[in-house]
């Protein structure tokens, strides 16, 4: 059977190794495995969403409220929008689909810093895309004009912050960066770590409605999946004029929610302390890393997420570090696939950091 | 902003209304509300599963296992194939979409019947896929031979049993035309009701083995929104031979099921005494449906489904009766969007019926 062309050469997005398959794999007891992986809430789930969950169970036999009338009402409030103005996806990955196959085809240019998230590349590439990239690793501005006044191009994604590497651009940056793009141009801003980086510095900031009135052509994507400790769930959500968000909706396939993820995005919402309380505690455990890394000499970049980027020298292989770990039931991400000799390492709670620690100076001492 | 020209004219799906859209337009007490549209199992969902859930909420922080090892292997030891053979869905739904999007693209021809699952058409016109269907509204097998020999078809959707009308194509009709179609061909047949059909009339019964063994091209689809009682978690799942299925990944987003959609649907699976008593009751009560139809002089579909396709003649517009019904909080399905003049009644629990009837009873008076 031939299938379109396009899927060819393309590659899985390989997600971050799931705790059970660290059990089946090496036999370790699934109380011994600590991922620091995906860039989950280390501090779980709210226990206000555990109960939530728990008292919609029963009605699982019937299909969700396809309006996503609470859940867009909810998130309309909170950011002062319409909810005109709101999609909701199967994690703000769904919409980043919705963005590609609302403006690409074959032959479309799409444009993004060279080490961000996976899925950009991936969906472009699913439609024949052409993927252009910035030299820089990290996001650089300067680059994106240059190639964007060379190539044009009809999607641009920024990560801010930045997802596998953690810096952050500006607001004021990006503001001028996008006064100089065609309202054309599909403009995606990525803010599914943006909570953690307003918490940490207000010039980072970006506020949805602020940007989707300023840039008719801008979309702002934020999840549930991280701060508000939901990655089981699967919710995300787009911002953008109506105009963008009702062609979105011709392309979204009905109930692509679950009832329970609905509700418990609902109940998150709700619970502003737990998620704040978290973010702190991200930062004061952050800190630790970045003693690590200097006590090691490990070159780090200064992160405005809930995960740390370490870079490696050519003595130590971030593929072997990774593996070592794994093996010892720890499960961090190694960025080789980035074209990095780097980990990604996600800030757990003060215990799993600890161990992390403790495991990784054993690595070290092996590989000596 | 320019999108992409073939979502021009898209319309979008119009799924059941839910209960809560019910209760805030016509201010109607939730529990009064009865809905009846969506062919949902309404026994509820098995009490095996409501426990599960509730086990696992507190883990909802940390993100899906995306090998979907334990529900892949639990379909497959049902069906005697290899978790190689399977993929999982956010609904079989999304099924549909890997289908459309693997094998279609401007141009492509997509045959189907005329009068069945609205989504086909979406998805390939979304991709801007030709639709070709027969002039029958119940599915034709030799209509459908003779379109495919005229037009030729990049993808065939046979929905066994049809929703939603209820008819059922027999398995050796099935075969003998599969039998004609060239190997390029992507095959779809979509059993979402197949344990509904089979447990009926075994001679409706498509043994997706040996489907996928026989015709290569072939994929078989399944759902746990239906019989399984699952409708809220949307699993649904496709089989076929390793090469499309390793196709579909390419095209799957990563997490597209949840974590409590995972566990409900393999503990859902280990309840098979409940969805058989859960379809033996459906049939029961159809019998009060047919009956019902036969003392008003009603013509229906015979059905092989958990509902049934009620046609009025032109002194009844199915339109208002629906409308009607909806005011007293009764949610049924109008099909004149599919160009009839008929009503799709999902059975109900025995009450529920009584309660149709009683309703319907009161709106053909008030029609008179």
Redesign the interface.
């Given at each position: 059977?031939?299938?379109?062309k396009v899927?060819k050469n393309?590659s899985?997005?390989e997600?971050?190794k799931?705790?059970?398959?660290v059990v089946?794999e090496y036999g370790i007891d699934p109380k011994e495995v600590v991922?620091l992986a995906?860039n989950?809430?280390?501090?779980?789930?709210s226990p206000k969403?555990?109960k939530k969950?728990?008292s919609l169970?029963?009605?699982?036999?019937?299909?969700?409220?396809?309006?996503m009338?609470?859940l867009k009402e909810a998130l309309a409030n909170k950011f002062q929008l319409d909810s005109k103005n709101v999609i909701i996806g199967?994690?703000s990955?769904?919409i980043l689909?919705f963005c590609i196959?609302?403006?690409?085809?074959t032959g479309s240019n799409v444009l993004m810093a060279k080490t961000t998230f996976a899925?950009y590349e991936i969906?472009a590439k699913?439609v024949g895309a052409k993927i252009i990239k910035t030299k820089s690793s990290q996001h650089n501005l300067k680059e994106f004009s240059k190639l964007y006044k060379k190539h044009g191009a009809d999607v641009i994604f920024l990560c801010i912050p930045n997802n596998p590497l953690g810096e952050c651009l500006d607001k004021k940056d990006v503001y001028k960066f996008l006064e100089s793009i065609d309202?054309?141009t599909?403009i995606v801003v990525d803010g599914a770590y943006q909570e953690y980086a307003s918490f940490k510095d207000e010039s980072k900031k970006i506020c949805p409605k602020d940007l989707i009135n300023t840039f008719?052509?801008a979309v702002y994507l934020g999840t549930f999946?991280k701060a508000y400790?939901?990655?089981?769930?699967?919710v995300g959500y787009g911002f953008a004029q109506e105009?963008?968000i009702s062609?979105f909706?011709?392309?979204?396939?009905?109930?692509?929610?679950?009832?329970?993820?609905l509700a418990?995005a609902i109940e998150a919402l709700k619970d502003e302390d737990f998620v704040q309380d978290c973010i702190a505690k991200n930062f004061e455990e952050m800190k630790r890393y970045e003693d690590y890394a200097n006590q090691k000499g490990f070159e780090y970049i200064p992160s405005y997420t809930n995960f740390i980027t370490i870079r490696f020298e050519e003595n130590l292989v971030s593929k072997v570090v990774a593996q070592k770990l794994l093996e010892k039931g720890m499960i961090i991400r190694d960025l080789t696939g980035y074209g990095m000799n780097a980990i990604r390492i996600t800030i757990g709670t003060n215990e799993q950091n600890t161990k992390l620690f403790t495991l990784l100076d054993e690595v070290l001492e092996e590989l000596k």
């Open positions: 059977m031939k299938f379109n899927l393309l899985t997005y997600a971050g799931p705790i059970e398959l089946r991922k995906s989950e809430n280390p501090y779980g789930t969403v555990v969950i728990s169970a029963k009605n699982m036999y019937l299909y969700p409220d396809d309006s009338f609470e199967s994690g990955d769904q689909e196959h609302a403006k690409c085809k899925m969906y699913q309202k054309n599909l008719p052509n999946s400790a939901l990655g089981g769930m699967r105009k963008i062609t909706y011709k392309i979204r396939a009905p109930f692509n929610i679950t009832t329970l993820s418990a």
